[in-house]
């Protein structure tokens, strides 16, 4: 596997940290959830996505689904915030390759810190007034396109939440 890419609807990805366990060091969307998708790239053509594995930060299975295109698999679930996911796909073309990644979701926390503090407030208000763009999309929390007063208002109602 070469990547793995976390979507929200938008056209922007956040990188994903892989093989990253259920605790410790993981990635964070920042971004309100509109139906997840993570995205794993491989370096050969994808002819089998093959079995789907999906816990939560208490081991629980998540139900999800798999799509196949080129030499990527995406993986669709409903990702709740404030929680950590580990998503596996073991035995991909058959031939035993496992790929791991580990994101959390915690609204408002642009600074990926896995706090929402009123440091990532003070970010979005920097921000305010500019259109979302690839390096500032982390900010646009309700990924509506631009950076503005709903951001900040999100972040402010979120202060304290914190994912382990
Ligand atoms: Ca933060
Ligand atoms: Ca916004």
Redesign the pocket.
């Known amino acids: 596997m070469t990547s793995a890419q976390s979507h929200s609807g938008t056209p922007y990805a956040l990188p994903v940290a892989l093989g990253v366990p259920l605790a410790g060091g993981v990635s964070t969307d920042s971004r309100i959830a509109q139906g997840r998708t993570l995205v794993f790239a491989f370096a050969a053509t994808v002819t089998s996505a093959g079995t789907l594995d999906i816990v939560d930060k208490d081991g629980n299975a998540v139900s999800g689904t798999t799509g196949m295109n080129a030499n990527q698999v995406s993986v669709a679930f409903a990702a709740e915030d404030d929680k950590r996911y580990q998503v596996t796909l073991s035995n991909v073309n058959g031939v035993g390759a496992t790929a791991t990644a580990s994101i959390g979701y915690l609204v408002g926390d642009v600074d990926a810190d896995r706090l929402v503090t009123q440091a990532d407030v003070d970010a979005i208000k920097v921000l305010s007034g500019e259109t979302?763009s690839g390096a500032n999309f982390r900010?646009?929390?309700?990924?509506?396109?631009?950076?503005?007063s709903?951001?900040i208002l999100?972040a402010k109602g979120r202060l304290g939440l914190a994912i382990p």
Do not use: L, Q, R
């Not at 990924?143 to 503005?148: F, L, N, R, T, V």
């Open positions: 979302t900010h646009d929390v309700n990924a509506d396109g631009k950076i503005s709903s951001d999100a």
